[in-house]
């Protein structure tokens, strides 16, 4: 394996969409911020009554899963060796490039503000490097710009797989994708799963994203025996 790409899928964030920014609760949100009610994510915790009136509620305003799922993903020891790469489709029509480099946010409310700074402007720089970057894009033209060799969606609707065979399959490959929800409740789009080679659950139940990210990358770690080359702190790449 050269490299994972790890999609966070229809990603629970998006600006607060125009239908209900005129909601008292949405309103009330934004002036407390000092924000106009367009530039703030929508958020469950906050506008949970204003959300009733939306499409496919139950599957949207949490950014808070992909920001777990991302420290997660960040802070591994497989992206302290650069062996992967993570991008956000958000359900906003967008898509979000994370540098491994990222150091996000611990707080939440940080990492939501941030966030809304990406959908103003859409690349975000430190020491002249680029962190994150927003444009507008689906998953199948994701998929077509990444060129992977396997496609995996990560599901609890999957083909049940051991771990070891999982971790197996993906380090097989050169540049496996592996797709994992970015939303609460519910099923990924019918596209989502026709656009992978196989969809693979790792237990029997649903689990929450972030704690599937965080196996799937740990899995993959001892397919590749990340811990039995540490010498003295450090760690070599080749065998
Ligand atoms: C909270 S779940 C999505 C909602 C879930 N379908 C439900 O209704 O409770 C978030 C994501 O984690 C992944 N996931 C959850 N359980 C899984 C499992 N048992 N095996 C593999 N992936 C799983 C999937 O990618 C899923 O879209």
């Known amino acids: 394996m050269e490299k994972l790409i790890l999609v966070i899928v229809e990603a629970a964030i998006e600006l607060v969409p125009e239908s209900i920014q005129d909601h008292p609760s949405v309103r009330a949100y934004a002036a407390r911020r000092g924000k106009k009610p367009w530039e703030v994510l929508l958020d469950r915790s906050y506008h949970h009554s204003a959300m009733k009136r939306l499409p496919e509620a139950e599957k949207r305003g949490r950014p808070d899963i992909t920001h777990f799922t991302l420290l997660e993903a960040l802070g591994s020891p497989l992206n302290k060796?650069?062996?992967?790469?993570?991008?956000?489709?958000?359900?906003?029509?967008?898509?979000?490039?994370?540098?491994?480099?990222?150091?996000?946010?611990?707080?939440?409310?940080?990492?939501?503000?941030?966030?809304?700074?990406?959908?103003?402007?859409?690349?975000?720089?430190?020491?002249?490097?680029?962190?994150?970057?927003?444009?507008e894009g689906t998953l199948a033209q994701l998929l077509g710009e990444i060129k992977p060799d396997l496609r995996i969606l990560l599901s609890e609707k999957g083909e049940l797989m051991r771990w070891?065979?999982?971790?197996?399959?993906?380090?097989?490959?050169?540049?496996?994708v592996i797709m994992i929800g970015g939303f609460p409740h519910g099923d990924f789009h019918k596209?989502?799963?026709?656009?992978?080679?196989k969809a693979v659950s790792l237990w029997p139940e649903p689990l929450e994203a972030w704690i599937v990210a965080s196996r799937a990358i740990s899995i993959i770690e001892h397919a590749l025996e990340v811990g039995e080359r540490i010498s003295q702190g450090k760690h070599i790449k080749e065998n």
Do not use: C, N
């Open 191 to 197: 596209s989502a799963h026709e656009m992978a080679d």
């Open 81 to 135: 060796l650069s062996l992967i790469e993570v991008y956000i489709q958000a359900r906003s029509g967008h898509v979000i490039w994370v540098s491994p480099e990222t150091r996000l946010p611990r707080v939440y409310e940080r990492f939501k503000g941030l966030m809304e700074k990406l959908y103003q402007e859409p690349v975000v720089e430190a020491e002249g490097k680029t962190l994150l970057k927003l444009k």
């Open 164 to 176: 070891s065979s999982f971790g197996k399959l993906i380090t097989s490959a050169k540049k496996p």
